[in-house]
């Protein structure tokens, strides 16, 4: 991951490197700093997953792409979270 792109805002940070195989594969890691209870991590783990699963047939090539939770997301809605990781998708230019 040393040689991919890393991208922040305000509710995620991002790591994105280009694979060269054909296939996505993304991750979202929410670490107990962000969330103490795992009732609350996975529910942000859901929807990062989610949004992920929506976008991917709409990124410009495959990539492994890693979102790392920041404090503040587990009061953020859905919608807001969704905006926020198509939002850095497309500064990466990955969207």
Known sequence: MKKGGFLNSSLFSLRF???PEKTTCGSVVV???VAK???LRNKIRRR??????K???????????ILFAKK????????ETESQ?????KK???L
């Open 37 to 39: 209870t795992a009732i």
């Open 72 to 79: 503040g997301v587990e009061k953020a809605t859905f919608i």
């Open 31 to 33: 670490s107990k700093k």
């Open 85 to 89: 990781i198509q939002e850095i998708l």
């Open 17 to 19: 490197l280009k694979n």
């Open 48 to 53: 990062g997953y989610s949004v992920l699963k």
């Open 92 to 94: 990466a230019k990955i």
């Open 55 to 65: 976008v991917q047939t709409s990124l410009n090539s495959p990539y492994f792409i």
